[in-house]
């Protein structure tokens, strides 16, 4: 195995497989590679989707799951590491065994995929506890949106009014650095919450008119692993990472009627800068 200053910023992206090339897997590998991180893959379902419809999950075995982990990490100086879907406790349990068995002391960057845009559970009933009890509280930070943010404080998604007050609470509940992604709050922008030990950071840029755009929680998520995975700070990593999915949302194209594909290549971009 190679140093890690010998060899490219390598990133982990522990994810469901999506066939429509939008999101989950794919989209992370297009994000880890336009800011210059190689990218390695654990896929945890197969999914059958398209922007705006789910029809299957299909979850790998945990020994499957725990095997491609196991193999990257024994191979590669990984620098850090996202998750998307997980979809089970079994495979939640899975990750995390993983993560005790190579010592893992990285960057995790917890994405909470729980219910897709249109409404289809992403994750299953009893996976929540352990989620909520041992995934968020070793991440470096999570990242929910709107809805997801009501699941963990268990309230309805109309009762979140305040948003910088709903990422306090999620702090105070959880005691872990979360970034509450603002999406889909109405606003004419998009303004995010930071709340870690430091206190609360907003970070903002203006609606697009290219909504709904397929894959920006993932992508989002996959920048800020891959600026982590490149040395740059927490704080540092959100600030880059909203400019590029900004850029990605800004420069995406209508594959399919009534939905937008973020567009990865921003070649002018550089998260460094």
């Known amino acids: 195995m190679l140093s890690k200053e010998q060899s490219k910023p390598i990133a982990l992206s522990i994810a469901g497989s999506d066939p429509s090339g939008g999101a989950g897997i794919q989209a992370d590998i297009k994000t880890f590679h336009s800011l210059g991180v190689h990218a390695l893959t654990a896929v945890t379902c197969i999914t059958s989707q398209v922007p705006g419809k789910v029809l299957n999950i299909e979850p790998v075995s945990i020994k499957s799951l725990k095997s491609q982990i196991d193999i990257l990490f024994s191979e590669y100086p990984i620098s850090a590491i996202k998750t998307g879907l997980l979809f089970s406790s079994e495979l939640i349990e899975a990750l995390l065994s993983s993560l005790d068995d190579n010592n893992s002391e990285v960057p995790l960057i917890v994405d909470p995929v729980m219910v897709s845009s249109s409404g289809t559970q992403l994750l299953n009933r009893d996976a929540l506890t352990l989620y909520v009890e041992e995934l968020i509280p070793r991440s470096t930070l999570y990242t929910p949106n709107l809805s997801e943010a ?44 930071l709340v ?32 982590m995975a490149k040395g740059l700070n927490l704080h540092d990593s959100i600030l880059k990472s909203k400019d590029y999915v900004t850029q990605t949302i800004t420069q995406s194209f209508e594959l399919t009627s009534g939905h937008f594909s973020l567009n990865h290549d921003t070649r002018s971009y550089n998260p460094t800068q």
């Open 196 to 227: 870690d030990e430091t206190g609360i950071t907003s970070f903002s840029k203006p609606f697009s008119k290219k909504t709904p755009a397929h894959g920006t929680g993932c992508t989002y998520s996959a920048s800020i692993c891959g600026c």
């Open 150 to 193: 009501a699941t963990l404080l268990d309230i309805k998604p109309e009762d979140i009014e305040n948003p910088s007050e709903s990422a306090h609470l999620l702090y105070k509940e959880y005691g872990t650095p979360v970034l509450l992604k603002g999406g889909h709050f109405r606003s004419t922008s998009a303004t995010d919450f």
